[in-house]
């Protein structure tokens, strides 16, 4: 007689091996990402970690570059932009020091992705994004996926989002030619905010900025990296 055990098993292999909703080699793949990009790396925090296991990256790209969801890479979306490295998507997520009762403003939305690894973190996030193509196709693949703590925003990323500010946290998925000002002002006293500033062609510096309680700030240079440049809108507030 067949356990039961092992007509589980047959199922899922004649299945296609699904598990949870997704595939055995993505979720092999999955834990090898956040092995080797993330825990090797520096980045140990369980929360964290838990939300790049329960966010699945591979329902953000092109059915067609899935495979190749969860290499050490960037990955195309359309509209001329990309998805970051998971890397670099969980570097940027624990400088910002999510907790629970925290509200974080995200420039750049793109693919969704990086909302979506916030949304497992903290209260509530706030994204804008300057392409509406893409800000409506992330809205779709969130909203299916039951996210009802992300706001939207079509607009121009430098501007914030002053109507929800102050927030706990800003995350700047792109490049500013400055540090945007109308971030600054919207950064809560004790609020974090990851900003890349270029200082040429090609070359990035992540920069740390802190709110203390009397309002200074404090400016920590981090890691280089390359990122996509801003893409300006039309003025406003």
């Known amino acids: 007689m067949i356990s039961k055990v092992l007509t589980l098993s047959l199922l ?10 997704a595939p055995v080699d993505f ?30 990256r ?6 067609g570059l899935r495979d190749d969801a969860y290499n050490d890479s960037t990955l195309d979306i359309g509209e001329g932009e990309v998805l970051n490295r998971p890397y670099i998507v969980a570097i940027m997520t624990a400088v910002i020091a999510p907790g629970d009762d925290k509200k974080v403003l995200e420039i750049g939305t793109g693919s969704g992705y990086h909302a979506a690894i916030l949304a497992e973190l903290v209260k509530e996030v706030y994204t804008i994004e300057i392409k509406e193509t893409l800000s409506r196709r992330a809205q779709m693949t969130l909203s299916g996926m039951g996210y009802r703590n992300i706001k ?15 927030f706990d946290g800003i995350i700047c998925t792109y490049t500013p030619d400055q540090i945007p000002p109308h971030l600054i002002e919207q950064l809560a006293v004790g609020g974090r905010m ?18 203390d309680n009397q309002g200074k700030l404090k400016k920590t240079n981090l890691i280089p990296v390359l990122f996509s440049p801003a893409i300006r809108g039309t003025n406003e507030k």
């Open 12 to 21: 899922l292999a004649l299945c296609g091996r699904f598990v949870f909703g």
């Open 27 to 56: 979720l092999d793949q999955q834990r090898n990402m956040i092995e080797k990009q993330m825990i090797d790396r520096g980045i140990t925090n369980e929360r964290i970690l838990a939300a790049f296991l329960e966010v699945k």
């Open 58 to 63: 591979h329902l953000f790209v092109k059915p």
């Open 152 to 166: 939207f925003k079509v607009g121009d990323g430098n501007y914030g989002w002053q109507e929800y500010a102050p």
């Open 194 to 211: 990851i900003v890349q500033v270029s200082h040429y062609s090609n070359v990035q510096d992540f920069i740390l900025i802190e709110k």
